[in-house]
Protein backbone atom coordinates (compact mmCIF):
# COMPACT_ATOMS: atom_id res chain seq x y z
CA UNK A 1 0.00 0.00 0.00
CA UNK A 2 1.45 3.24 -1.14
CA UNK A 3 1.76 6.17 1.56
CA UNK A 4 3.21 9.60 1.64
CA UNK A 5 5.02 9.85 4.92
CA UNK A 6 7.74 12.18 6.57
CA UNK A 7 10.80 10.79 8.09
CA UNK A 8 11.62 13.76 10.02
CA UNK A 9 11.05 17.65 10.65
CA UNK A 10 12.17 19.42 7.92
CA UNK A 11 11.13 21.18 4.56
CA UNK A 12 9.09 19.15 2.20
CA UNK A 13 11.56 18.24 -0.36
CA UNK A 14 14.00 16.92 2.19
CA UNK A 15 11.73 15.21 4.66
CA UNK A 16 8.51 13.85 2.53
CA UNK A 17 9.03 10.60 1.13
CA UNK A 18 6.93 7.69 -0.76
CA UNK A 19 6.83 4.38 1.25
CA UNK A 20 5.36 0.95 1.02
CA UNK A 21 3.07 -0.05 4.22
CA UNK A 22 1.02 -3.03 5.30
CA UNK A 23 -2.82 -2.44 5.63
CA UNK A 24 -3.18 -2.07 9.05
CA UNK A 25 -5.38 -4.58 11.48
CA UNK A 26 -9.07 -4.19 11.76
CA UNK A 27 -11.07 -4.89 14.91
CA UNK A 28 -15.38 -4.81 15.15
CA UNK A 29 -15.18 -0.63 15.46
CA UNK A 30 -13.36 0.32 12.56
CA UNK A 31 -14.00 1.11 8.64
CA UNK A 32 -11.38 0.38 6.21
CA UNK A 33 -11.61 2.67 3.47
CA UNK A 34 -9.70 3.08 -0.14
CA UNK A 35 -8.69 6.84 0.03
CA UNK A 36 -9.86 8.54 -3.28
CA UNK A 37 -9.04 12.34 -2.00
CA UNK A 38 -7.25 13.86 1.05
CA UNK A 39 -6.97 17.30 1.83
CA UNK A 40 -3.05 18.91 2.69
CA UNK A 41 -3.73 21.55 5.25
CA UNK A 42 -1.83 24.39 6.84
CA UNK A 43 -2.15 22.39 10.31
CA UNK A 44 -0.02 19.08 8.41
CA UNK A 45 2.68 21.97 7.17
CA UNK A 46 3.58 22.85 11.14
CA UNK A 47 3.92 19.59 11.95
CA UNK A 48 6.00 18.63 9.40
CA UNK A 49 7.98 21.98 10.10
CA UNK A 50 8.33 20.30 13.83
CA UNK A 51 6.29 23.74 15.46
CA UNK A 52 4.23 20.97 17.21
CA UNK A 53 7.03 18.82 18.52
CA UNK A 54 6.99 20.12 22.03
CA UNK A 55 3.93 18.42 22.66
CA UNK A 56 3.23 16.46 20.08
CA UNK A 57 5.61 13.34 19.90
CA UNK A 58 5.57 11.34 16.35
CA UNK A 59 7.02 7.96 15.41
CA UNK A 60 8.47 8.45 12.09
CA UNK A 61 8.08 7.34 9.27
CA UNK A 62 5.19 9.54 10.13
CA UNK A 63 2.07 9.81 7.61
CA UNK A 64 0.26 13.58 7.41
CA UNK A 65 -3.68 13.96 7.27
CA UNK A 66 -6.97 14.02 8.79
CA UNK A 67 -9.51 15.16 6.08
CA UNK A 68 -10.54 12.19 3.41
CA UNK A 69 -12.94 10.90 1.21
CA UNK A 70 -13.44 7.45 -0.54
CA UNK A 71 -15.13 4.01 -0.65
CA UNK A 72 -15.83 1.79 2.13
CA UNK A 73 -13.82 -2.24 1.74
CA UNK A 74 -14.40 -3.59 5.25
CA UNK A 75 -16.37 -2.54 7.50
CA UNK A 76 -16.39 -3.60 11.39
CA UNK A 77 -19.07 -6.08 12.93
CA UNK A 78 -20.14 -3.26 15.65
CA UNK A 79 -20.41 -0.54 12.88
CA UNK A 80 -23.84 -0.52 10.94
CA UNK A 81 -24.10 3.32 9.32
CA UNK A 82 -21.54 2.14 6.54
CA UNK A 83 -21.13 -0.66 4.43
CA UNK A 84 -18.78 -2.30 2.32
CA UNK A 85 -18.96 0.05 -1.17
CA UNK A 86 -20.27 2.96 0.23
CA UNK A 87 -18.55 6.20 -1.04
CA UNK A 88 -17.79 8.54 2.44
CA UNK A 89 -16.36 11.05 4.14
CA UNK A 90 -13.74 10.52 6.89
CA UNK A 91 -11.96 12.55 10.04
CA UNK A 92 -9.01 10.90 11.08
CA UNK A 93 -6.22 11.59 13.74
CA UNK A 94 -3.96 11.40 11.03
CA UNK A 95 -3.11 9.14 7.85
CA UNK A 96 -4.93 10.35 5.09
CA UNK A 97 -2.19 10.76 2.86
CA UNK A 98 -2.43 7.16 1.26
CA UNK A 99 -4.18 4.83 -0.66
CA UNK A 100 -6.38 3.65 2.03
CA UNK A 101 -6.90 4.24 5.84
CA UNK A 102 -8.12 2.62 9.06
CA UNK A 103 -10.68 4.88 11.21
CA UNK A 104 -13.33 4.15 14.23
CA UNK A 105 -16.91 4.08 12.52
CA UNK A 106 -17.52 7.12 14.38
CA UNK A 107 -15.71 9.12 12.37
CA UNK A 108 -17.39 8.03 9.27
CA UNK A 109 -20.39 9.09 6.99
CA UNK A 110 -21.74 8.24 4.06
CA UNK A 111 -21.26 10.73 1.03
CA UNK A 112 -24.54 11.87 -0.82
CA UNK A 113 -23.56 11.91 -4.47
CA UNK A 114 -23.82 15.71 -5.07
CA UNK A 115 -20.31 16.14 -3.22
CA UNK A 116 -17.52 15.87 -5.37
CA UNK A 117 -14.44 14.00 -4.26
CA UNK A 118 -12.46 17.05 -3.73
CA UNK A 119 -15.52 18.80 -1.72
CA UNK A 120 -15.68 16.05 0.15
CA UNK A 121 -12.25 15.87 1.45
CA UNK A 122 -11.72 19.45 1.63
CA UNK A 123 -14.34 20.07 3.74
CA UNK A 124 -14.41 17.89 6.53
CA UNK A 125 -11.60 19.75 9.16
CA UNK A 126 -13.47 23.07 7.59
CA UNK A 127 -16.78 22.40 8.12
CA UNK A 128 -15.68 20.36 11.31
CA UNK A 129 -15.39 23.94 12.84
CA UNK A 130 -17.43 25.78 11.60
CA UNK A 131 -20.60 23.32 12.44
CA UNK A 132 -19.27 23.19 15.82
CA UNK A 133 -18.87 26.78 16.61
CA UNK A 134 -22.14 27.89 15.59
CA UNK A 135 -23.96 24.60 16.97
CA UNK A 136 -22.34 23.76 20.08
CA UNK A 137 -19.73 26.57 21.27
CA UNK A 138 -21.90 29.20 20.94
CA UNK A 139 -25.62 27.48 19.92
CA UNK A 140 -28.16 30.17 21.22
CA UNK A 141 -25.72 32.26 23.08
CA UNK A 142 -24.79 33.44 19.02
CA UNK A 143 -27.44 36.20 18.55
CA UNK A 144 -28.50 37.59 15.71
CA UNK A 145 -25.77 39.84 13.86
CA UNK A 146 -22.31 38.08 13.21
CA UNK A 147 -19.27 39.48 12.10
CA UNK A 148 -16.78 36.44 10.01
CA UNK A 149 -13.60 37.69 10.08
CA UNK A 150 -11.60 35.74 7.26
CA UNK A 151 -14.35 34.83 5.41
CA UNK A 152 -12.99 33.76 2.42
CA UNK A 153 -11.30 31.19 3.65
CA UNK A 154 -12.58 27.42 3.77
CA UNK A 155 -13.83 28.10 7.42
CA UNK A 156 -15.31 31.42 6.98
CA UNK A 157 -16.83 30.51 3.86
CA UNK A 158 -18.98 27.65 5.38
CA UNK A 159 -19.36 29.72 8.39
CA UNK A 160 -21.35 32.73 6.52
CA UNK A 161 -23.60 29.59 4.55
CA UNK A 162 -24.53 27.97 7.62
CA UNK A 163 -24.76 31.24 9.32
CA UNK A 164 -27.11 32.40 6.60
CA UNK A 165 -28.93 28.95 6.77
CA UNK A 166 -29.95 29.58 10.06
CA UNK A 167 -31.15 33.26 9.14
CA UNK A 168 -28.76 35.17 10.84
CA UNK A 169 -27.33 38.59 9.50
CA UNK A 170 -23.97 38.13 8.53
CA UNK A 171 -21.36 40.95 8.13
CA UNK A 172 -17.94 39.73 6.49
CA UNK A 173 -14.33 40.91 6.14
CA UNK A 174 -11.59 39.65 3.59
CA UNK A 175 -9.29 41.44 1.45
CA UNK A 176 -10.48 43.60 -1.12
CA UNK A 177 -9.40 40.55 -3.74
CA UNK A 178 -11.59 38.11 -2.39
CA UNK A 179 -14.71 40.24 -2.33
CA UNK A 180 -16.46 38.55 -5.10
CA UNK A 181 -15.97 35.40 -3.90
CA UNK A 182 -17.46 36.84 -0.52
CA UNK A 183 -20.56 38.50 -1.60
CA UNK A 184 -21.32 35.35 -3.56
CA UNK A 185 -22.16 33.76 -0.16
CA UNK A 186 -24.88 36.10 0.78
CA UNK A 187 -23.44 38.09 3.28
CA UNK A 188 -25.41 41.43 4.40
CA UNK A 189 -22.57 43.68 4.91
CA UNK A 190 -18.61 43.38 3.54
CA UNK A 191 -15.87 44.99 4.14
CA UNK A 192 -12.44 44.74 3.27
CA UNK A 193 -9.82 44.75 5.97
CA UNK A 194 -6.41 45.81 4.00
CA UNK A 195 -8.50 49.26 2.38
CA UNK A 196 -11.62 50.03 4.76
CA UNK A 197 -11.57 50.78 8.36
CA UNK A 198 -13.53 47.80 9.54
CA UNK A 199 -13.65 48.23 13.65
CA UNK A 200 -15.34 51.84 12.15
CA UNK A 201 -17.19 51.10 9.93
CA UNK A 202 -19.45 48.02 12.22
CA UNK A 203 -18.85 49.36 15.39
CA UNK A 204 -20.80 48.46 18.61
CA UNK A 205 -23.29 46.28 15.65
CA UNK A 206 -21.59 42.91 16.03
CA UNK A 207 -23.88 40.21 18.40
CA UNK A 208 -20.51 37.70 18.17
CA UNK A 209 -17.25 38.55 16.27
CA UNK A 210 -15.55 35.28 14.60
CA UNK A 211 -11.83 35.60 13.94
CA UNK A 212 -11.61 32.84 10.98
CA UNK A 213 -7.68 34.85 9.85
CA UNK A 214 -4.40 32.89 9.80
CA UNK A 215 -2.86 33.95 13.24
CA UNK A 216 -6.04 36.30 14.58
CA UNK A 217 -4.83 39.23 12.96
CA UNK A 218 -8.08 41.47 12.99
CA UNK A 219 -8.83 41.98 16.94
CA UNK A 220 -8.55 45.21 17.15
CA UNK A 221 -10.93 45.91 14.73
CA UNK A 222 -13.06 43.22 16.22
CA UNK A 223 -13.20 44.30 19.21
CA UNK A 224 -14.55 47.63 17.95
CA UNK A 225 -17.22 45.86 16.28
CA UNK A 226 -18.54 43.87 19.23
CA UNK A 227 -21.18 45.00 21.24
CA UNK A 228 -20.52 45.39 24.69
CA UNK A 229 -21.29 41.60 26.02
CA UNK A 230 -20.89 40.19 23.26
CA UNK A 231 -19.33 36.95 22.08
CA UNK A 232 -15.34 37.22 20.52
CA UNK A 233 -14.42 33.53 19.01
CA UNK A 234 -11.23 32.81 17.51
CA UNK A 235 -9.50 29.89 15.66
CA UNK A 236 -5.47 31.38 16.85
CA UNK A 237 -5.20 33.60 19.57
CA UNK A 238 -7.78 35.71 21.53
CA UNK A 239 -6.46 39.21 22.01
CA UNK A 240 -4.76 39.86 24.80
CA UNK A 241 -6.95 43.45 25.42
CA UNK A 242 -9.96 41.74 26.82
CA UNK A 243 -11.23 44.89 28.72
CA UNK A 244 -14.68 44.84 26.40
CA UNK A 245 -17.30 43.29 28.94
CA UNK A 246 -18.13 39.89 26.60
CA UNK A 247 -17.73 36.05 26.26
CA UNK A 248 -14.28 35.32 25.07
CA UNK A 249 -13.47 31.99 23.48
CA UNK A 250 -10.80 30.01 21.83
CA UNK A 251 -12.38 27.38 19.54
CA UNK A 252 -10.46 23.77 19.93
CA UNK A 253 -11.68 20.56 18.81
CA UNK A 254 -13.14 18.70 22.00
CA UNK A 255 -14.48 14.86 22.46
CA UNK A 256 -17.43 16.24 23.30
CA UNK A 257 -18.22 17.41 19.71
CA UNK A 258 -19.30 14.01 17.55
CA UNK A 259 -17.82 13.94 14.20
CA UNK A 260 -20.68 11.90 12.37
CA UNK A 261 -22.72 14.38 13.50
CA UNK A 262 -21.21 17.19 12.10
CA UNK A 263 -20.14 14.93 8.71
CA UNK A 264 -23.77 13.80 8.73
CA UNK A 265 -24.93 17.69 8.48
CA UNK A 266 -22.68 18.24 6.29
CA UNK A 267 -24.21 15.88 3.57
CA UNK A 268 -28.10 17.14 4.96
CA UNK A 269 -27.18 20.93 4.32
CA UNK A 270 -24.74 20.83 1.28
CA UNK A 271 -27.77 21.60 -1.07
CA UNK A 272 -30.56 23.05 1.45
CA UNK A 273 -27.94 25.33 2.76
CA UNK A 274 -25.68 25.95 -0.08
CA UNK A 275 -22.66 24.72 0.92
CA UNK A 276 -19.50 26.19 -0.65
CA UNK A 277 -16.19 24.47 -0.35
CA UNK A 278 -13.81 26.54 -2.71
CA UNK A 279 -11.13 24.55 -4.00
CA UNK A 280 -7.58 26.22 -4.55
CA UNK A 281 -5.75 23.41 -6.47
CA UNK A 282 -6.42 19.87 -7.21
CA UNK A 283 -3.65 17.60 -7.49
CA UNK A 284 -2.51 14.25 -9.19
CA UNK A 285 -2.00 11.07 -6.59
CA UNK A 286 2.25 11.33 -6.47
CA UNK A 287 4.82 12.21 -3.74
CA UNK A 288 5.66 14.97 -6.38
CA UNK A 289 1.77 16.53 -5.71
CA UNK A 290 2.09 16.62 -2.12
CA UNK A 291 5.65 18.14 -1.97
CA UNK A 292 3.94 20.85 -4.40
CA UNK A 293 0.48 21.38 -2.31
CA UNK A 294 2.85 22.05 1.28
CA UNK A 295 5.08 24.66 -0.51
CA UNK A 296 2.42 26.54 -1.62
CA UNK A 297 0.59 26.58 1.35
CA UNK A 298 3.91 28.09 3.04
CA UNK A 299 3.35 31.31 0.30
CA UNK A 300 0.85 33.31 -0.08
CA UNK A 301 -1.41 30.50 -1.64
CA UNK A 302 -5.06 31.42 -2.89
CA UNK A 303 -8.48 31.23 -1.42
CA UNK A 304 -9.09 27.36 -1.09
CA UNK A 305 -8.38 23.60 -0.42
CA UNK A 306 -5.18 21.93 -1.59
CA UNK A 307 -6.57 18.40 -2.59
CA UNK A 308 -4.77 15.10 -3.87
CA UNK A 309 -6.75 13.26 -5.58
CA UNK A 310 -6.93 9.85 -7.23
CA UNK A 311 -8.08 8.36 -10.16
CA UNK A 312 -11.33 6.36 -10.40
CA UNK A 313 -10.08 2.72 -11.63
Do not use: C
Amino acid sequence: MKRFAMKEYGSAKEVLTEIEAAPREMDETHVRVKTMAFGVNPYDVSLRQGQMSSFRTLKFPYVLGNDGAGIVTEVGSQVDHVAVGDQVILHAVGGTYGEEIVVPGSKVAKKIPAISWAEAAGGVTPWLTAYNIVTHTLADKIGETILVQGASGAVGSLLVRLLKYRGKTVYATASKKNEELVRSLGVDEFAAYDQDDVGERFKEQIDTVIDATKGSRTAESGLMAMKAGGNYVVLNDLPEDQSKPGNYQHYAPSKEYSDLEALNAFNQLYQEADLHVTIAQKYPFTLESVIEAHEALEGHPPAGKFIVEREED
